[in-house]
């Protein structure tokens, strides 16, 4: 499985960015898609999660900020970020996981306040 992202960028606080990530090569109808995202000197963490049948689930810090979406006909997933925060400055990266797990090569995203 490969996942390419796209759509990071340099914003300032209040603007928003929507992030991409397609999915290509041998995709099981089962499987769960997040965004991580990393903070320089700061540990990966999750940001947004959403399983094959749309089940959501979002990280403490971006609740009523960020939506993630899916479209199963694309085998892409998105990451609609509002009311962006100089905190949200990250590289982020998408997640594809079934029975093993693949990464994307990450996008940056930073917010100027």
């Known amino acids: 499985v490969q996942l390419v992202e796209s759509g990071g960028g340099l914003v300032q606080a209040g603007g928003s960015l929507r992030l991409s990530c397609e999915v290509s090569g041998k995709i099981d109808t089962i499987n769960v898609m997040a965004w991580f995202r990393q903070a320089p000197g700061k540990q990966r963490e999750s940001v947004a999660v959403?399983?094959?049948?749309?089940?959501?689930n979002y990280a403490d810090s971006v609740k009523g900020r960020f939506t993630i979406s899916r479209d199963n006909t694309k085998n892409t997933i998105y990451l609609q970020m509002n009311s962006l925060k100089p905190e949200d400055t990250a590289v982020y990266y998408c997640?594809?996981?079934?029975?093993?797990?693949?990464w994307g090569q990450g996008t940056q995203v930073t917010v100027s306040s």
């Open positions: 959403i399983t094959s049948v749309g089940s959501t």
């Open positions: 997640r594809y996981s079934d029975y093993e797990t693949s």
